[in-house]
């Protein structure tokens, strides 16, 4: 997070991270789709021909509260390729919270813990423990056959504390949803650890129904919130009875 007093602006950082080919691009082409003209910048991707992402790409989004506190908010994605480990290690530096995509396909199963492994071992190389930093979790490709099933889904969501998130990237399936999830445990945090509300009058919930709406969704707060497949903060009922 960056904060310029003077300009009384506020930069979040936000890191699509995952294995290669799982959809980190096209969850920022799809946010990039569904956002406002005015709350969106340029989205800067570099890829080769085969999606490759080789370097990384970065949606900027900005928006004003009614504080008069702008907050701008930089995505980004790792490019998932093996080879690019030193990229990654760079991109996911001070990142304020995690969105890991995962392909559900089985055959993709072990590329997913691999790349969650190399995540947790970049992040303490910053000295940051993955279960302290803001992170959510998406199953995309759920339109492709010989996926994950939901129960499988469950069951290792459970043993988890991350949100959890079903996605059709390329069809802007819980794409959307998932970002906000992203925002709205980032948000928290930082709220903790600055106490943003009570020095800039700023009001979180408000932001994020801001955000919602430039993104194209209008429903309340809490059921947007709600959307998750799982979540460890708000254990569906069905599977602890
Ligand atoms: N069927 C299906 N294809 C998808 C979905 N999401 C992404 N794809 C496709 O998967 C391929 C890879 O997607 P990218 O978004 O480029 O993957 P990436 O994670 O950015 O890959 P790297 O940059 O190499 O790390 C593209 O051809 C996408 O169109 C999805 O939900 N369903
Ligand atoms: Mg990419």
């Known amino acids: ?22 959809g980190k691009t096209t969850n920022l082409q799809a946010l990039h789709q569904a956002a406002a003209g005015d709350a969106k ?35 980004f994605t790792v490019p998932g390729q093996v080879i690019h480990a030193s990229t ?20 993709q199963t072990t590329q997913s813990a691999e790349s969650f492994v190399d995540l947790r071992n970049n992040l303490e190389a910053q000295g940051i423990q993955l279960e302290k930093m803001p992170l959510v979790i998406q199953f995309n490709k759920r339109d492709l056959p010989d996926v994950r099933s939901e129960e499988e889904i469950r069951d290792s969501a459970r043993r988890g504390r991350e949100p959890v998130y079903l996605a059709v990237a390329t069809k802007g399936q819980g794409v959307v949803e998932c970002f906000l999830g992203l925002l709205h445990l980032t948000w928290a945090d930082l709220e903790a650890k ?38 460890a903060r708000a254990p569906a009922r069905e599977v602890s009875p």
Do not use: W
Request: net charge positive; no cysteine.
């Open 1 to 22: 997070m960056q904060l310029d007093f003077a300009s009384r602006e506020l930069t979040i950082k936000l890191v699509y991270y995952g294995p290669a080919l799982s």
């Open 41 to 75: 910048g340029r989205l800067m991707t570099l890829e080769t021909k085969d999606d490759r992402t080789l370097f990384f790409d970065l949606l900027p989004l900005r928006f004003a509260d009614d504080s008069g506190l702008s907050v701008r908010l930089k995505v």
């Open 88 to 107: 990654r290690r760079l991109v996911v530096q001070g990142a304020d919270g995690i969105a890991f995509v995962a392909d559900s396909r089985r055959s």
């Open 194 to 231: 600055h106490q943003l509300g009570r020095k800039f009058g700023f009001n979180g919930d408000n932001f994020l129904r801001q955000v919602a709406r430039k993104l194209g969704h209008d429903a309340p707060l809490s059921d947007l919130l709600g959307r998750t497949f799982t979540s």
